[in-house]
């Protein structure tokens, strides 16, 4: 079901503001612990241990092998948990606190087998117990008239948590870089690598804790049937249940595209920030106005989706930033930047990275069934 324009929007109460709120808490978990992830782990290998990009690749290989795999085996057995604790939460719990365990103890690592042991085996399959219960969160637990806003919400706690990875990398490299013993550039200490992978590891867990203990859950009572995990597994790749699933898979196609289009712009990002020669000051009065900017449009574009539906301003959106990003080859000229034209613009970026997932990914929520949102919605979040 796809929600259409109504005259009178629900509106949130109390509870459900704190329940959003702390699903959002959880999200900015994921996005520190993901930054830390996808970016220490593999300067550990090259900046401490001495190693060279091959066995980064290696690392990096077999860990999105690992995710590929175990992020939908989560999702099956979330879908069909029926614990007294909760459907979805006893794998935030499970996940954050293992996860957040083997971050900080992958910063001693001796050797590049405990790192391939711990992110592997270890982040690897636990970290998408955790990444597989939070993304059924919001439609297991917010109903569909009020989904939008609860997305907008949660993505704009998640943006914040990418601000707070960034914060916290800027701050590793001012206190923990040193000179390159082994050639040129600056390296990053295990001690910086500590500070960050122990700051992402300890949030994780605490994060996964607080979801464990103050999210509600349906009752089991009103759970559909339970399915046996071959059952499940089989009906992935079932003619019939595609069918029936049709529309979910044309919205992740969709996204699919757009982020190829994302995706195109982000490993060019900072090379074309650092290139502008910015001072710090400058950069973070650009980042400072341009993160307002973010959150307040998250919210609205979360907001018109409830009160307009879920596709009426997606084209609309999409043209408006991409104007916006287009305008980026402008801010380098001749004589200079454009700083003004860049702070114009950072914003444009930011939103077509961050924002306007809001829309797409309430969109994908109403299409499930409640009984396979775990196991289908990874499908989606593989589109990222």
Request: charged letters at 15%.
């Amino acid at each position: 079901m796809i929600v259409e324009k109504t005259k009178d929007q629900k509106v949130f109460t109390k509870e459900l503001k704190i329940q959003t709120f702390i699903i959002g808490i959880v999200f900015a978990a994921d996005m520190i612990f993901g930054f830390a992830e996808q970016n220490f782990l593999n300067t550990y290998l090259v900046h401490v241990l001495g190693l060279t990009e091959l066995h980064v690749a290696i690392m990096v290989s077999l860990s999105a092998m690992m995710g590929l795999i175990f992020l939908l085996v989560w999702g099956i057995i979330s879908d069909n948990t029926r614990s007294k604790s909760g459907r979805r939460k006893p794998y935030l719990l499970l996940g954050g606190i293992i996860s957040g365990i083997a971050m900080i103890i992958y910063a001693f690592s001796p050797n590049f087998y405990w790192a391939l042991f711990l992110d592997v085996l270890i982040i690897g399959i636990f970290s998408n117990a955790y990444f597989a219960a939070e993304r059924a969160l919001v439609p297991d637990t917010i109903e569909p008239e009020l989904r939008g806003r609860a997305n907008g919400i949660v993505q704009s706690f998640a943006n914040l948590g990418i601000l707070v990875a960034v914060a916290v990398f800027l701050i590793s490299y001012e206190l923990f870089a040193i000179d390159n013993p082994r050639g040129s550039g600056t390296i990053l200490t295990q001690e910086g690598h500590l500070f960050v992978l122990g700051i992402g590891g300890i949030g994780f867990m605490v994060c996964g804790i607080i979801g464990f203990v103050f999210i509600k859950e349906k009752p089991v009572s009103e759970l559909p049937p339970k399915k046996k995990f071959l059952v499940e597994l089989k009906e992935i790749i079932d003619i019939e249940e595609f069918k029936k699933q049709n529309e979910f898979y044309k919205i992740t196609l969709a996204y699919l595209i757009f982020q190829c289009g994302i995706g195109s712009i982000l490993p060019f990002l900072f090379i074309f920030l650092f290139s502008l020669g910015l001072t710090t000051l400058e950069l973070l009065s650009a980042i400072g106005i341009a993160f307002p900017i973010l959150i307040i449009a998250t919210l609205y574009l979360g907001k018109i989706a409830d009160k307009h539906g879920r596709k009426k301003y997606v084209p609309v959106s999409i043209i408006v930033i991409s104007i916006g990003v287009f305008l980026t080859i402008f801010v380098q000229t001749s004589t200079g930047v454009n700083l003004i034209l860049f702070l114009i613009v950072l914003p444009f970026i930011l939103i077509s990275i961050l924002g306007i997932r809001t829309i797409f990914d309430t969109w994908a929520q109403d299409l499930l069934p409640e009984d396979k949102r775990g196991k289908f919605f990874v499908d989606y979040v593989f589109t990222r």
